[in-house]
């Protein structure tokens, strides 16, 4: 058995303060254990209990004034309160450092799969500045066990998700996330194996972090940190806090068990609602009418005009091709000077006040609400930590330039974490989705606001005279996680959707905590290019962001439309996600083949339930640009035991056939397969499925099968 540094069953909650009735008592409503046999709730009930036991005991670290901190041991906990609903336990626990300074230790249990995770805040709660506050370690914990590996994936960017499996004996694996924007070059989620089991691992922020495995024999030693260089004093009243740091413990060393256990529980406990009633958010499509103007189209939605749309709009509704969302995106706004945008989308944001001259009287209105009788709902692109020419913007605005600090190309970051900046910005988004009929909020961030970050905190240093580095970062992280809710809110409060569209250059800013707010609806920028790097994608994100999009054309540019006549089944295919953004131009396209894209997105109908199930990758991951061989994912509910398998022959492969073995399936049943192209139906046991697989043969490159499995 495995050596676990964890502490098991340390369950002295009337000691500590809380009833071990009121935290493990059986009631009505309350979730049970799930029956995944690779989980493994002791573990993390054990750790918790520790926590409940001992709050002094968390696993982080710190410099105060000088001098080094572990944990929590040897300050006055003034208060401890222990909490339970249906889905966990929560613990809150608050020591008084010094009279200046507290800490909050705010933990919590979910009582299904066993995930634990815990975020502490600092807060001056005096009348003086504290000490020095630096070297904030997230998380500062040992793992036992042997053979130890990293598995994971890159980020997005220049990594495109790739992914890694990388023993770490007597190693240093390391991690630094530097740009300000989290998941654009690293990506912190880490599976952990060591010993005879794992540890799923993941940091909540959305700024700059590191994170560093260190093994020596048969202990494996993760400590994380936040806002990167962070050294600070804190003024009255200020508030900072460390990352959300995320455990999963599982048993095992399987890595498809351990990825569909984190995928189930993200799915019921890490995403947000899809209204107010708490509605979980099914698989949906969205598509944008900006590649239908006939219009010039740098990117965005920079050509549509208030005449452009409808001709759109009656094709689709004509055709039986209506998305769920009608996605527009950067280019509808008003310049700094007031001034209407012909082309520059990047350069001119800022206003988020709508463009009359794009969209005179209350034409985008009548545009939204056409949409909305089609059955389609709006999301609409803003982009608020960035602004431009920030003297027009304040001139015409009401904007305060002290809010900005300047970044790069006319770009200034605006800075969330000022009070009087984060209303303003809210108050001009809700303000322009409130009136224009608009459902969903869409973010993007295509700027690094590190360097005006430092900045800004230099200026808090002259005007101080005191250390305040990575003060800005923090309080700005936090702004923009209250701008979120604060529109989520807004958008509850008045019917609309209680989620939104997270983007940042694409895939840069995809931390859990994020998450829990927002979905990628397109998770990276690059997935608008090739089928290969789509795949490769897939068998690496999937892992560990079940609920996500990518686009449905194929290109050699980002920003190009998609082959002219529509995208192919093979391409279609390669885009099955729970958000399936349909590219095409609709009405421009004369060669736009309407019975094949009513296939296409029809297919993915047919499947879409099983997307958000069990993922199983059958062939290893592959490089973006490596297209030489074969792709199968097969979709799982493990519920219904109903299947689908993916089989790609990609373009330059030659291999004509494939064996996919189904080890997933229950070797006692028998199945219907049902080849999806052809008809051909065949019965086979889950026994034989697993051992000699079915074959697949494919007698051209860039080709695909699919093939529905049904119990009998």
């Keep these: 058995m495995r050596k676990i540094v964890f502490t098991l069953f340390c369950f002295l909650f009337l000691l500590a303060g809380c009833s071990e009735g009121d935290m493990f008592k059986s009631s009505k409503g309350v979730v049970s254990p799930t029956d995944r046999p690779c989980a493994d709730f002791q573990t993390g009930t054990g750790l918790f209990g520790k926590w409940v036991e001992d709050p002094a005991s968390v696993p982080l670290s710190f410099v105060y004034g000088g001098e080094a901190v572990r944990g929590l041991q040897g300050f006055d906990l003034l208060s401890k309160d222990c909490g339970s609903t249906a889905s966990g336990k929560s613990l809150k626990a608050v020591f008084r450092i010094d009279d200046n300074l507290t800490a909050t230790l705010e933990a919590f249990l979910n009582n299904e799969f066993g995930e634990l995770e815990y975020t502490l805040w600092f807060e001056n709660t005096g009348s003086a500045p504290s000490k020095a506050l630096s070297e904030v370690n997230s998380v500062s914990l040992d793992f036992h066990g042997s053979d130890p590996v990293l598995r994971g994936c890159l980020g997005d960017h220049t990594n495109k998700y790739a992914d890694y499996q990388t023993p770490l004996r007597d190693t240093t694996v390391s991690f630094v996330s530097t740009f300000g924007r989290a998941t654009h070059v690293y990506f912190p989620y880490f599976d952990l194996v060591h010993g005879d089991g794992g540890t799923l691992l993941a940091l909540g922020w959305a700024g700059t972090w590191s994170a560093e495995f260190r093994s020596e024999g048969d202990v494996t030693s993760w400590t994380a940190a936040n806002c990167l260089g962070f050294n600070t004093v804190l003024l009255p009243g200020e ?103 012909p082309s520059d989308w990047y350069g001119t944001v800022g206003s988020w006040e709508l463009d009359p001259v794009k969209w005179p009287g209350k034409t985008f209105l009548e545009s939204n609400e056409a949409c909305h009788e089609a059955g389609m709902k709006v999301l609409v692109w803003f982009e608020p930590e960035s602004v431009c020419d920030v003297d027009d913007l304040a001139k015409n605005f009401g904007y305060n330039p002290e809010w900005a600090d300047y970044y790069w190309r006319n770009r200034y970051t605006s800075n969330l974490g000022n009070r009087d900046c984060l209303e303003w ?140 006549g529509g995208s192919t089944f093979y391409i279609t295919r390669a885009s099955w996600l729970p958000v399936y953004n349909i590219s095409e131009v609709f009405t421009h396209d004369v060669e736009l083949d309407y019975d094949r894209l009513r296939a296409t997105f029809g297919e993915w109908k047919k499947y879409n339930h099983l997307l958000v199930k069990d993922m199983y990758p059958l062939t290893p991951w592959h490089k973006p640009e490596d297209d030489s061989s074969w792709t199968a994912i097969a979709w799982h509910d493990r519920e219904t035991d109903e299947a689908v398998l993916q089989a790609f022959r990609q373009e330059t492969c030659q291999e004509p056939e494939y064996t996919a073995k189904l080890g997933f399936l229950d070797s006692s049943r028998r199945y219907t397969l049902t080849n999806e192209d052809t008809g051909e139906t065949l019965v086979k046991t889950g026994a034989s499925l697993a051992s000699e697989g079915i074959k697949i043969n494919l007698p051209e490159p860039k080709s695909s099968a699919v093939w529905h499995i049904i119990p009998e």
């Design 425 to 564: 910005t809210l108050g001009r988004i809700t303000k322009m989705m409130g009136e224009n009929g608009v459902d969903l909020f869409r973010e993007d961030n295509n700027s690094n606001p590190v360097k005006a970050w430092k900045a800004f905190d230099a200026k808090e240093a002259e005007k101080t005279d005191m250390p305040r580095t990575g003060i800005t970062e923090n309080l700005a992280i936090q702004g923009h996680y209250e701008l979120w809710d604060r529109i989520i809110d807004f958008c509850a409060n008045n019917g609309k959707c209680t989620f939104r569209d997270n983007c940042a250059s694409g895939g840069g800013r995809y931390d859990i905590e994020s998450l829990r707010r927002s979905l990628p609806f397109m998770r990276s920028d690059y997935d608008r290019t090739t089928t290969a790097l789509r795949l490769s994608m897939t068998t690496s994100f999937n892992r560990w962001v079940p609920f996500h999009g990518a686009n449905t054309k194929e290109s050699e540019d980002e920003l190009e439309p998609g082959v002219a």
């Design 239 to 341: 508030k900072v806090r460390t990352a959300l740091v995320v455990m999963l413990p599982y048993k095992g060393r399987d890595r498809d068990d351990a990825t569909n256990l984190w995928r189930e529980w993200f799915l019921k406990y890490n995403m947000p609602s899809a209204d107010a009633k708490g509605t979980p958010i099914q698989p949906f499509s969205t598509t944008c009418f900006a590649s239908d103007t006939g219009l010039p189209n740098s990117d965005g939605s920079i050509s549509e005009r208030f005449y452009t749309w409808k001709r759109t709009l009656e094709r689709l509704v004509y055709e039986d091709v209506v998305p769920d969302f009608r996605w527009f995106d950067a280019g509808w706004y008003l310049d700094p000077r007031g001034k209407t945008v």
